[in-house]
């Protein structure tokens, strides 16, 4: 059976396996064919609540049935789903939700306490949807309906009529400037991109992979849409510690497990439960490049699990793979293209790199978004046509490409590796961090003059943050005491991937370039040469 649309990789399973297991939550599993019905029902009851086709469903949960039951509904009713990081503070929520448009916002009761403010500022929420009952921490004066778990399921299937360029979901993902953006995929994104991911994985239904990632991430949610296009099983797991981690592979027989390189850094340390070699069938590595000396140790503690070197883009969904027997010999490379995709190396002037010459990363296919929502500027800086000579032969309609914005090149045999992003967005423990988000954090603090915030280079975060800053002139603490209170405020303010590592103050003004901008490229310079220095002051 054909799967076009988002939704239909579960019902297809269903049809295929009814009882197979879809889902596993701790001792209780979900088969398929419940799960299909749930996705079906909540779709039916978004219509039933007025949900417009493309209407935006944001779900704020930790890894649950609802979580999935929530996005794969939204989409069954015609709506596009907005996955929200589980670790995300009010204010970061209240962004997505503001920006987005959400009409619905899917969450638990513990969760929507802790909004009361900033859901008054969501103009466009009319509906709120509850895991469980609990209704008393909602004031009558909200704007928004609440509705409980079983009254949303209760009104049955149905849904507005989509097409696989339909719009299914919003990924929001920072850039180098500005608040988290986000990314518009369609249906036909979405399921290419599982099939895609499933083939060069061999995924089958007899497949067990372990949810560790957010399924906020286009990585993280990869996990469930490539084992719902085989039929296989996912066990959703949240975590606290990295041994938790491990116990759930062992515990569940995971076959397959996709992590980001401070997760595996933390992993390559540990003693992995014995017999997990038996069934590991093998470990994917996104979010970043995997350093030389975890991967070695990895496949010293798994030698019959097969590694994969992934790279990918949000705006994409997929890009890259290295397949495990080019491990060995090229452990420093992104790979190649994924099936149904084609990456092309480009110039300035829109030409194609000679190999081993730098230049742009540029994917066209199925995988391409849809750009950025309510975004046209930076979409149009993004998603581009290609020049002309430069994609199919013959065509004469523009075809929009994402141009990523990273450098890389490539090799005599067409491998790619990865040089340096050109923008400075920062990539920390697999999340993408824009450092004008960090900014303006620190500047609602009050209690500095000025900052900028930077990425430098770490071995196993990928990079770590750090902030150059100056006190407020009514601020006389000294530089341990001013750090430490900046660092209690960040904690409160931030998930804690952003909360920078470094906290480095200073007196004075920053430097300014000629046309009165911080100086951004001598703060950088001086942060470089200071790394590692014993009198910088450090986040502890």
Same mark, same amino acid.
């Given at each position: 059976?054909? /799967?076009?649309?988002?939704?239909?990789?579960?019902?297809?399973?269903?049809?295929?396996?009814?009882?197979?297991?879809?889902?596993?939550?701790?001792?209780?599993? *979900?088969?398929? &064919?419940?799960?299909?019905?749930?996705?079906?029902?909540?779709?039916?009851?978004?219509?039933?609540?007025?949900?417009? !086709?493309?209407?935006?469903?944001?779900?704020?949960?930790?890894? &649950?049935?609802?979580?999935?039951? /929530?996005?794969?509904?939204?989409?069954?009713?015609?709506?596009?789903?907005?996955?929200?990081?589980?670790?995300?503070?009010?204010?970061?929520?209240?962004?997505?939700?503001?920006?987005?448009?959400?009409?619905?916002?899917?969450?638990?009761?513990?969760?929507?306490?802790?909004?009361?403010?900033?859901?008054?500022?969501?103009?466009?929420?009319?509906?709120?949807? =509850?895991?469980?009952?609990?209704?008393?921490?909602?004031?009558?004066?909200?704007?928004?309906?609440?509705?409980?778990?079983?009254?949303?399921?209760?009104?049955?299937?149905?849904?507005?009529? #989509?097409?696989?360029?339909?719009?299914?979901?919003?990924?929001?993902?920072?850039?180098?400037?500005?608040?988290?953006?986000?990314?518009?995929?369609?249906?036909?994104?979405?399921?290419?991109?599982?099939?895609?991911?499933?083939?060069? *994985?061999?995924?089958?239904?007899?497949?067990?992979?372990?949810?560790?990632?957010?399924?906020?991430?286009?990585?993280?949610?990869?996990?469930?849409?490539?084992?719902?296009?085989?039929?296989?099983?996912?066990?959703? =797991?949240?975590?606290?510690?990295?041994?938790?981690?491990?116990?759930?592979?062992?515990?569940?027989?995971?076959?397959?497990?996709?992590?980001?390189?401070?997760?595996?850094?933390?992993?390559?340390?540990?003693?992995?439960?014995?017999?997990?070699?038996?069934?590991?069938?093998?470990?994917?590595?996104?979010?970043?490049?995997?350093?030389?000396?975890?991967?070695?140790?990895?496949?010293? &503690?798994?030698?019959?699990?097969?590694?994969?070197?992934?790279?990918?883009?949000?705006?994409?969904?997929?890009?890259?793979?290295?397949?495990?027997?080019?491990?060995?010999?090229?452990?420093?490379? $992104?790979?190649?293209? $994924?099936?149904?995709?084609?990456?092309? #190396?480009?110039?300035?002037?829109?030409?194609?790199?000679?190999?081993?010459?730098?230049?742009?990363?540029?994917?066209?296919?199925?995988?391409?978004?849809?750009?950025?929502?309510?975004?046209?500027?930076?979409?149009?800086?993004?998603?581009?046509?290609?020049?002309?000579?430069?994609?199919?032969?013959?065509?004469?309609?523009?075809?929009?490409?994402?141009?990523?914005?990273?450098?890389?090149? !490539?090799?005599?045999?067409?491998?790619? +590796?990865?040089?340096?992003?050109?923008?400075?967005?920062?990539?920390?423990?697999?999340?993408?961090?824009?450092?004008?988000?960090?900014?303006?954090?620190?500047?609602?603090?009050?209690? $500095?003059?000025?900052?900028?915030?930077?990425?430098?280079?770490?071995?196993?975060?990928?990079? +770590?943050?750090?902030?150059?800053?100056?006190?407020?002139?009514?601020?006389?603490?000294?530089?341990?005491?001013?750090?430490?209170?900046?660092?209690?405020?960040?904690?409160?303010?931030?998930?804690?991937?952003?909360?920078?590592?470094?906290?480095?103050? !200073?007196?004075?003004? =920053?430097?300014?370039?000629?046309?009165?901008?911080?100086?951004?490229?001598?703060?950088?310079?001086?942060?470089?040469?200071?790394?590692?220095?014993?009198?910088? #002051? !450090?986040?502890?």
């Amino acid at each position: 059976m054909h /799967a076009p649309l988002l939704h239909h990789l579960i019902s297809t399973a269903a049809a295929r396996a009814p009882e197979a297991a879809a889902l596993r939550m701790g001792e209780a599993t *979900l088969a398929y &064919r419940y799960l299909a019905d749930a996705v079906e029902a909540f779709g039916g009851g978004l219509v039933r609540l007025g949900l417009a !086709r493309g209407a935006r469903v944001a779900v704020w949960l930790d890894k &649950r049935f609802e979580t999935v039951i /929530a996005c794969f509904g939204a989409a069954a009713a015609g709506g596009a789903f907005v996955p929200i990081n589980p670790v995300l503070k009010p204010a970061q929520v209240g962004h997505i939700l503001t920006d987005s448009g959400a009409h619905v916002l899917v969450t638990s009761p513990e969760r929507l306490a802790g909004l009361a403010e900033t859901l008054a500022a969501c103009p466009g929420l009319r509906h709120v949807a =509850l895991t469980g009952e609990a209704r008393e921490s909602v004031s009558a004066s909200q704007p928004f309906a609440v509705h409980a778990w079983d009254e949303i399921l209760s009104a049955g299937a149905g849904g507005h009529r #989509v097409i696989d360029a339909d719009m299914a979901a919003i990924f929001y993902t920072s850039g180098s400037t500005g608040r988290p953006k986000g990314v518009m995929l369609s249906h036909r994104n979405m399921v290419a991109g599982a099939r895609s991911v499933a083939h060069y *994985l061999e995924n089958r239904a007899d497949d067990v992979l372990l949810a560790a990632l957010p399924l906020s991430f286009d990585a993280g949610f990869s996990q469930l849409t490539t084992a719902f296009a085989v039929g296989a099983r996912v066990a959703l =797991l949240n975590y606290l510690l990295p041994r938790d981690v491990l116990n759930a592979v062992a515990r569940e027989h995971v076959t397959g497990l996709t992590a980001v390189p401070p997760l595996w850094a933390q992993l390559a340390q540990l003693t992995w439960p014995a017999g997990v070699g038996e069934h590991l069938r093998y470990f994917a590595n996104t979010g970043g490049h995997m350093p030389r000396a975890i991967l070695e140790r990895l496949r010293a &503690r798994l030698p019959a699990a097969r590694p994969y070197l992934m790279y990918g883009l949000t705006e994409a969904f997929r890009a890259t793979y290295l397949p495990p027997e080019e491990v060995e010999r090229r452990p420093d490379s $992104i790979g190649k293209a $994924i099936p149904n995709a084609e990456v092309l #190396v480009l110039r300035e002037d829109g030409s194609e790199c000679a190999p081993g010459e730098p230049g742009e990363l540029v994917q066209r296919g199925a995988l391409v978004g849809l750009g950025y929502w309510n975004d046209p500027e930076r979409t149009a800086e993004r998603y581009r046509p290609l020049p002309a000579g430069v994609g199919a032969p013959g065509a004469t309609l523009p075809e929009i490409a994402v141009f990523s914005g990273d450098t890389v090149r !490539r090799d005599e045999d067409g491998f790619l +590796y990865f040089i340096g992003r050109r923008d400075e967005t920062i990539k920390t423990s697999g999340y993408r961090v824009s450092p004008t988000e960090i900014e303006e954090i620190f500047h609602a603090t009050g209690l $500095i003059g000025e900052c900028a915030a930077f990425g430098l280079p770490h071995e196993t975060l990928g990079h +770590y943050i750090a902030v150059i800053v100056t006190p407020s002139s009514a601020n006389v603490d000294d530089d341990a005491t001013f750090v430490a209170t900046l660092t209690r405020e960040c904690r409160l303010r931030m998930p804690a991937y952003m909360v920078p590592a470094r906290i480095e103050p !200073r007196q004075g003004a =920053l430097p300014r370039t000629p046309n009165g901008k911080i100086d951004r490229k001598a703060l950088f310079e001086t942060l470089w040469k200071m790394d590692g220095c014993a009198d910088a #002051v !450090r986040v502890k």
